[in-house]
């Protein structure tokens, strides 16, 4: 969704800025802008389109203000117009503001200014909190900021600069996240730590409900009422390499290629192979009261939910507690039952996705003791739930969700032997989970050494426009995540689904040659899965089989075979999902998509 940089300093603005706004574009936009800040003018730069048609407007030889903010605007109050790209001003022009989130009673707030006579620019909500910050200036931006949050509802991150008050950003946030990067003499404030990792690691994280003076050499945190608030520096985990491209093509790739070692950092220390046993420091605290949970409910969007999805199946058999995986967005408004013993889990990779914030606090306020599994450390969901396990698979970049589906599965597996262990599983069969587990990032290095297979099937059928997926049991929610990996980044329409459900009515959709994915591993449900394929071949379709290696009968029913290493059931969603990602990745280079930035999507969803 939207991006925000802003810089105070002593070095020029703009190309830090613009830097920033690039590392920025994976959340996914459609129009951008600047605004450079000297005694006396703020200059704003804007248009709509890629950075590239922004940039084409910049000169950097004569921009040289050491103070600006900058912004990659998605849209959802007004058309991604160059007037509605931020920033906006106040109608003096001396104000500029940008702003992720959305004001709610922005209308309200229009017509009491338009009746004041201001005259409003452009159709956006941003603009109206920029006039109504430049009614209440009276001399100070930090206070006429203050006052204007006052009146506002909804959410927002925001930040403010003033020609009269030069080298300060007032920056504040509620629902929409903000750090502050604090380097020698100079302040870079940012929505995504991925926009100041080029300048410094050591960041402060701003909470909701909490306003920032940024100066050059000056950092003061204080509440939305003016008390001071005491805060940390921080260091970023991430390093500036794991956000760049490193030689691969696409983020997406790199990060599909990343994973066994994305793996091995999120097991790194929580699993004692000896002892047979999990640590988990960050359920350390609330072990006991987890382990007596009668009912869990597990939650997130999209990819984080198929995740969950695996999750529900892992807790149901290693914890024989009853769990059900709920869309964020669904459990959030539909009056849920939350009983004593209730657990929730949050599965995000962002931390930010604003259904899930929601489902959060619904669970909260219904009393329910609510755990995050989250990537994106600081971010808001660890900061809004009771309790957690980061995923540690290094930031994700590109839109299509793959090391941090693997992570999330892992990390879930994690939570199930680890609670499993204080309730039924036993010592030998906590121990096997766990040595499974510790091989699959050598198994993932050796599913990777089949890629160019993946590709081949890619190359034959990116053409085709449906595609089916089918799984049975733990490989269920593999493929629908197989299928909303090749729908998000080729635009091909593509199903997933239990694959005995295809006979209740998908099969009309199958005609000749029509792909359909069909994850066939060893198991429990092997043979069923074989006469679903071959009720697909029957009807003139191509079967893709993913598939157990050794196995070679699956060759007489299938019309192209991927193999996996062989893994106990539970843990085959790890393996079997990075074929599928490599064939979505391939058809969409295929048919010539923007593979990170898939058209209309956004990385991380902060609106509803
Ligand atoms: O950041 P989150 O994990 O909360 O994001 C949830 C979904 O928006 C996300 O998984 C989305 O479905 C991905 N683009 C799928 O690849």
Redesign the pocket.
């Known amino acids: 969704m939207c991006g925000i940089i802003g810089y105070v300093g002593r070095r020029a603005a703009l190309p830090i800025m613009m830097d920033g706004l690039r590392r920025l574009e994976y959340r996914g936009y459609d129009s951008s802008g600047v605004a450079l800040v000297k005694p006396e003018k703020v200059t704003v730069i804007k248009s709509a389109g890629r950075l590239s048609v922004l940039e084409g407007g910049l000169d950097y030889d004569t921009n040289l203000e050491t103070q600006g903010i900058g912004h990659t605007r998605w849209a959802t109050h007004g058309a991604p117009t160059d007037i509605n790209a931020h920033p906006h001003t106040d109608s003096s022009g001396k104000i500029a503001i940008i702003h992720n989130g959305i004001i709610e009673n922005n209308r309200a707030l229009r017509t009491y200014l338009e009746q004041k006579g201001v005259t409003f620019q452009s159709d956006t909500d941003t603009e109206v909190l920029a006039q109504l910050i430049g009614q209440l200036y009276d001399g100070d931006l930090e206070q006429a900021v203050r006052l204007a949050l006052r009146e506002v509802s909804g959410t927002y991150g925001i930040a403010v600069v003033c020609a009269d008050e030069p080298d300060l950003i007032i920056a504040a946030r509620k629902g929409s996240p903000l750090i502050v990067g604090v380097g020698q003499g100079e302040h870079i404030l940012a929505s995504d730590a991925a926009a100041i990792l080029a300048h410094t690691t050591q960041v402060v994280y701003i909470s909701d409900n909490e306003m920032a003076r940024i100066t050059p050499d000056n950092l003061r945190i204080t509440t939305l009422e003016a008390i001071p608030v005491a805060k940390e520096t921080e260091e970023i985990e991430w390093s500036l390499d794991q956000i760049e491209l490193a030689g691969y093509e696409h983020f997406m790739l790199k990060e599909i290629y990343e994973q066994p070692e994305s793996l091995e950092n999120c097991l790194s220390g929580r699993i004692d192979l000896a002892e047979g046993m999990v640590h988990l420091g960050g359920l350390a605290d609330c072990a006991r009261e987890l382990a007596r949970a009668k009912r869990i409910i597990v939650t997130?969007?999209?990819?984080?939910w198929h995740a969950g999805l695996v999750g529900e199946y892992l807790f149901e058999e290693l914890l024989r507690v009853p769990t059900e995986t709920e869309y964020a967005s669904e459990f959030r408004y539909r009056n849920p039952v939350i009983d004593d013993g209730t657990i929730v889990i949050a599965?995000?990779?962002?931390?930010?996705?604003a259904d899930?914030q929601a489902a959060i606090r619904e669970a909260k306020q219904r009393g329910a003791l609510v755990l995050g599994v989250v990537n994106v450390v600081g971010s808001t969901i660890p900061r809004e739930t009771d309790a957690g396990v980061y995923l540690h698979v290094g930031p994700e970049i590109g839109?299509?969700?793959t090391k941090?589906f693997t992570g999330q599965v892992t990390v879930l597996a994690l939570i199930a032997s680890y609670l499993g262990r204080r309730k039924h599983l036993s010592p030998t069969a906590a121990a096997q989970f766990i040595k499974a587990l510790s091989e699959i990032p050598d198994q993932i290095r050796a599913t990777l050494q089949h890629a160019s297979t993946a590709k081949q099937v890619a190359q034959q059928y990116a053409n085709r426009e449906n595609w089916l997926y089918l799984g049975r049991g733990y490989n269920y929610p593999v493929a629908l995540e197989g299928a909303?990996?090749l729908k998000?980044i080729s635009y091909i329409h593509a199903e997933g689904l239990p694959a005995a459900e295809m006979k209740h009515g998908p099969i009309a959709l199958i005609t000749d040659g029509m792909p359909v994915v069909c994850i066939a591993t060893s198991g429990t449900q092997y043979n069923k899965i074989l006469s679903n394929m071959s009720e697909v071949r029957a009807r003139g379709g191509s079967v893709i089989a993913i598939a157990t290696e050794g196995d070679r009968d699956i060759q007489d029913v299938a019309d192209h075979v991927l193999y996996v290493p062989d893994t106990i059931e539970p843990l085959q969603p790890l393996l079997t999902v990075i074929p599928l990602q490599l064939i979505a990745y391939h058809a969409a280079v295929m048919r010539g998509c923007n593979v990170d930035k898939p058209r209309n999507?956004a990385?991380?969803?902060t609106v509803e």
């Open positions: 997130g969007c999209g990819t984080a599965v995000s990779q962002s931390g930010e996705t899930t839109v299509a969700s941090a909303l990996k998000e999507l990385k991380s969803v």
